[in-house]
């Protein structure tokens, strides 16, 4: 049975940084693709991130240049580092297998002030 969860989310100023770490448990970490969503109130779940288990990664534009996606293998947990963050990357931040699984974990949230 899959677990996810994620952690390292907070309130930051604009132009702060965050790192948020994702730990999962259950079928074999290093197999899967893994992804960085996030949803904002009132919008729907986006993917901002990916990384493949061949460590391939690929960025929403929205935050390209700006996020840094990886992962530990031996830690069985995904990474995602933030920068330069702007008020609209305020959201609550999820990660999960890309595509998704159906199961997701209770997200950590991020809030950048302006």
């Known amino acids: 049975q899959v677990q996810l969860v994620e952690s390292g989310g907070g309130l930051v100023q604009a132009g702060g940084s965050l790192r948020l770490s994702c730990a999962y448990s259950?079928?074999?970490?290093?197999?899967?693709?893994m992804g960085w969503y996030r949803q904002a109130p009132g919008k729907q779940r986006e993917l901002v991130a990916a990384?493949?288990?061949?460590?391939?990664?690929n960025y929403a534009d929205s935050v390209k240049g700006r996020f840094t996606i990886f992962r530990d293998n031996a830690k069985n947990t995904v990474y995602l580092q933030m920068n330069s963050l702007k008020p609209e990357d305020t959201a609550v931040y999820y990660c999960?297998?890309?595509?998704?699984?159906?199961?997701w974990g209770q997200g950590t949230q991020v809030t950048v002030s302006s």
């Open positions: 990384v493949t288990s061949g460590f391939s990664t």
């Open positions: 259950g079928i074999a970490f290093r197999v899967n693709a």
């Open positions: 999960n297998r890309n595509p998704s699984w159906s199961y």
